[in-house]
């Protein structure tokens, strides 16, 4: 099946969900459509070719480091060279300076090509995110240049064998050299991209404890570790004592190498702290959330290739007479269960991106001094990484059933997007901890006002009286858990993530269809845009209202039985 991008529904959830206009007068609408079909052919003729041997050969450990497979170099060399990881870098460190929005979909176009891949860049934007908004004049300079265009890759080194989701529990060392840099010493593990051949050097962000430093996360510093120390003319020089212990063997993503890291094993691995010493969370978190973000863009990508290869399928296999329309055998996307399945991955893919463009349009705004705008970003962040991310594991699954007996054979490559897809909710927080957050920090921070002025909005444009009762209903889901002790909250907690997501979905998916219909363009597409906006609020939006019961029930039926007795 060939890849195609998604140019057609980017551009328009850009114009009418984003509302890229308002953001950038540089963003033109034929700068966009340079920008949407140029790395659309980049993608299909340089990315999505390497998919396949990215899934069956993978990176490959050695004592000289990581080796990607066959074609990656040259592949990651030609994004550099054309650009590609400028578009939203800022325009004084060689970025083209362009709204976030428009590389997200940059990003989404070389993902959907090749997911594995796109995890380079994509952790690359998370590093320049953190050092732009805590890096010294001096790492700016040294670093942000490199890492603006893709030279330089960046990585993000939060966990340890110890220390998963409880990142507090970390303990690699940080010592001051006398110098102002430290010595780092520790062993990080599930490093996405840690180790490879595509670049000249690779950044390192490490979170590290300092000398006397306190218990959990108050005591956390960010430190910037490059895998090769900078000469005095800014090239990489001396080797910086981190070294690649091994690869794990994984489900899925077999192209991104994930790398167990060991710093310091030659009590020689040198390190600048970045922001203030103890600073570490608040530094790591600017680019966490914005790998959170990415992370549900993973989702929006692995549901657009899963769907094009299930619409590819179901229009070439012949079986079947279609029931009550003669004998002869249909393909069969003439089915009617079929047309349930395709329709539903169209609508959730649309849905799902509709989605994480609001809330990477709610980035940019933010960036530009918009404090409702980043309160309501930090009130999405949760919903895109978790909702975007269940989307993409159900499209993925949903491709496998469309498929049949085929889907669960490797070689239709339709079980290639389930296996990737399924660490898109574990990674970069669990969706358990994105649930988490939102009924704790994000629903209190300001006592419930960032949420019910975003469902008030919500409630003045929704037309469908299904769709106003999910909102009303999450006003009251919302109302109850502000007034809930916290085990009650956390009982309810992913329910409620999916009513809301899924109402926020309804109501950006209820607007879409409204657009396209008073739209002039290409029929089809808006005749798709209109029907995926129809199902999604007459069909997927009363089935949130089914978790209500879940959303208001008490925990004290979770804690009716010992852990023992969940042996049994």
């Not at 594995?116 to 040294?142: K, N, Y």
């Not at 110890?162 to 520790?186: C, E, M, N, Y």
């Not at 691995?269 to 969370?281: A, Q």
């Not at 079929?338 to 169209?346: F, H, I, S």
């Amino acid at each position: 099946m060939t890849f195609q991008p998604a140019i057609a529904d980017q551009r328009f959830v850009l114009d009418h969900i984003v509302r890229l206009s308002e953001l950038s007068e540089e963003a033109t609408p034929d700068l966009v459509d340079a920008v949407l079909e140029g790395v659309g052919q980049f993608a299909t003729g340089e990315w999505a070719p390497l998919e396949r041997v990215g899934d069956e050969v993978g990176a490959k450990w050695t004592e000289q480091g990581v080796v990607m497979p066959a074609g990656f170099v040259a592949a990651y060399k030609a994004y550099v060279e054309n650009g590609w990881g400028t578009i939203g870098s800022p325009v004084s460190h060689g970025g083209q300076g362009l709204p976030v929005s428009l590389a997200t979909a940059v990003i989404e176009t070389l993902g959907t090509s090749n997911i594995g891949f796109a995890l380079a860049p994509m952790l690359t934007v998370g590093a320049i995110e953190s050092l732009v908004h805590h890096g010294s004049p001096a790492q700016q300079d040294a670093y942000l240049g490199k890492l603006a265009t893709g030279e330089w890759t960046g990585t993000m080194n939060l966990t340890e064998p110890q220390a998963g989701s409880d990142v507090g529990a970390l303990r690699t060392t940080a010592t001051p050299r006398g110098d102002g840099t430290f010595l780092i010493k520790g062993t990080k593990i599930f490093i996405s991209f840690g180790d490879h051949d595509m670049a000249d050097n690779i950044v390192h962000l490490v979170l590290a404890r300092t000398p006397g430093a306190p218990a959990g996360t108050k005591g956390i510093s960010l430190f910037l570790v490059p895998k090769y120390r900078l000469n005095e003319d800014g090239t990489p020089g001396d080797f910086n004592d981190v070294r690649t212990v091994s690869i794990e063997h994984k489900m899925g993503i077999h192209a991104s190498p994930t790398c167990v890291l060991s710093f310091g094993d030659h009590d020689d691995c040198v390190g600048e702290l970045i922001g203030n010493e103890m600073g570490g969370i608040v530094a790591m978190f600017t680019m966490m959330n914005n790998a959170r973000l990415n992370v549900g863009l993973q989702g929006v990508e692995v549901a657009e290739r899963a769907t094009q290869r299930a619409v590819a399928y179901a229009r070439e296999r012949i079986q079947s007479a279609r029931a009550g329309q003669g004998r002869e055998p249909v393909a069969i996307i003439e089915h009617p269960d079929v047309r349930r399945m395709l329709m539903r991955m169209k609508a959730q893919t649309q849905a799902a991106r509709a989605l994480v463009y609001y809330a990477f349009g709610q980035l940019d705004r933010a960036n530009a001094g918009d404090p409702a705008a980043k309160a309501r970003l930090e009130l999405l962040t949760p919903l895109a990484k978790a909702h975007g991310t269940d989307l993409g594991n159900e499209v993925a699954s949903l491709g496998i059933q469309v498929h049949g007996g085929m889907g669960y054979i490797e070689e239709t490559g339709a079980a290639q997007h389930f296996r990737d897809a399924r660490i898109f909710p574990i990674y970069e927080g669990t969706n358990g901890i994105q649930a988490a957050d939102l009924v704790g920090r994000k629903l209190s921070m300001d006592n419930g006002a960032t949420l019910l002025a975003l469902l008030a909005e919500m409630r003045g444009d929704a037309e469908d009286t299904g769709l106003l009762n999910l909102i009303d209903a999450c006003e009251e889901v919302g109302r109850n858990l502000l007034a809930s002790e916290t085990d009650d909250r956390l009982a309810a907690s992913y329910p409620f993530l999916t009513m809301l997501a899924t109402a926020v979905c309804g109501w950006l998916m209820e607007e879409s269809g409204r657009i396209a219909a008073r739209s002039e363009g290409d029929p089809a597409f808006l005749r798709m845009k209109q029907a995926a906006a129809r199902f999604y609020v007459e069909q997927i939006v009363p089935e949130a209202m089914g978790l209500k019961a879940a959303a208001m029930a008490k925990s004290d039926v979770l804690y009716a039985v010992s852990a023992e007795e969940f042996a049994v």
